[in-house]
């Protein structure tokens, strides 16, 4: 099987329309991306995926969306002014910015080779700020939130008071996040706007060591029901020193990307710090009172951060596959997940004429009504399933002659490239049944 390249993912997703360099007709803009057709239906299904793992499966766990832009003291609180921020330096000679704790400052620039053109390391604040009002003005200041967890913390009393919910219980939210990045890289795997998938779960102190390994647990075997390899995940703890300002543990969940092992999650145990901080800033109370034993403290935490966008780089990953066919020929085909795939059934008339793409549209007419659809009738169908396969379309429906005799059609699966005849009447719970038994094999 031949290696899965960056540059391999990134042509194909131009190329079938997945992902485009934003404002690309004006010579793009470093670490910004669009999704095209298939991208947003993707990113879209990974999002719902997440969303219903989340909260439909769990009882004790509701949703949230809050604001991207909230009160400059949010930020004092929760240590972003002071702590968020990289070390940056410059190369006098070419101009190059890096991050100074990503290269070696006594060896030459890694762009023009001189030696000893850097600049002295300073800090960089990675939040984006902008003003709110008529007046540009220190007073006036407000930030693109650089993550979605605060929105939670500073909504813990409004969902605790509306919702009817008792600890042990979640907030979960998916909503753009923004960081200026000294650096951007690796596609969409690092950007300055991006998507954050965080849940964070409120729990009695004392608690939090058990709760913190059960989500562990819960978050990689998440990632199998995705139908991501088991082989290409693995945890990695970090070290005192790589440890956040609010956390007193804390794991990643990696994921081996074409350019090799990188986060794709975090699982923290932040104790109180957030909601301590907050109560302090805004002088409110955020303590929980236990109605059994009368017992008030102020909840600990344990959070869930994955990158949707990164997500989604993952689930491009581990789809891709070039695989050699009998007879020479080779194929490029995506395995998505069926939930996740931007199209899951593609029905294909084997001709134009004698009333056979009428019954096609027909068929397709009825599958749209439970299924993400698509219609083609361009080309031969050999070429037709190739383009299929290369978007990750998992299940295509062939109308021919013999479907005007018997009612019956021919349904192809992707990764095996199986064909059987099923009855048209009994397409739609055929089709409903292999989603719902799909394992990856390939």
Known sequence: M???TMDKLVSLCKRRGFVYQSSEVYGGLTGAWDYGPMGVELK???QRFWWREMTQLHDNIVGLDAAIMMHPRTWEASGHVDNFSDPLVDCRNCKSRFRADQIDLEAACPVCGEKGTFTEP?????????????????DNIVYLRPETAQGIFVNFKNVLQTSRVKIPFGIAQVGKAFRNEITTKNFIFRTLEFEQMEMQFFVKPGTDQEWFEYWKNERINYYEKLG?????????????????????DAFDIEFEFPMGWQELEGI??????DLSRHAEYSGKDFTYLEDQTKER???????????LTRSVLMVLSDAYEEQELDGGDTRTVMHFHPLVAPVTVAVLPLVKKDGIAELAKDVEKNLRQDFATFYDQSGAIGRRYRRQDEVGTPFCVTIDYDTKE???VTLRYRDSMEQERVAVDQLSAKIREEIANYRRHA
Do not use: C, W
């Not at 088991?230 to 300002?245: C, I, N, V």
């Not at 923290?268 to 710090?273: A, E, G, I, N, V």
């Not at 600990?300 to 990158?307: H, L, Q």
């Open 122 to 138: 300073r800090d960089f604040n990675l939040m984006f700020s902008t003003y709110m009002g008529a007046v540009k003005s220190e």
């Open 406 to 408: 018997d009612n019956t």
């Open 44 to 46: 879209n299904n990974v």
């Open 2 to 4: 031949a290696e899965v």
């Open 297 to 307: 403290y102020v909840p600990y935490v344990i959070e869930t951060s994955a990158g």
């Open 268 to 273: 923290h145990s932040r104790t109180d710090f």
């Open 228 to 248: 991501i390899r088991k082989d290409k995940l693995r945890f990695h703890q970090h070290g005192p020193d790589e440890l956040a300002h609010y956390a007193k």
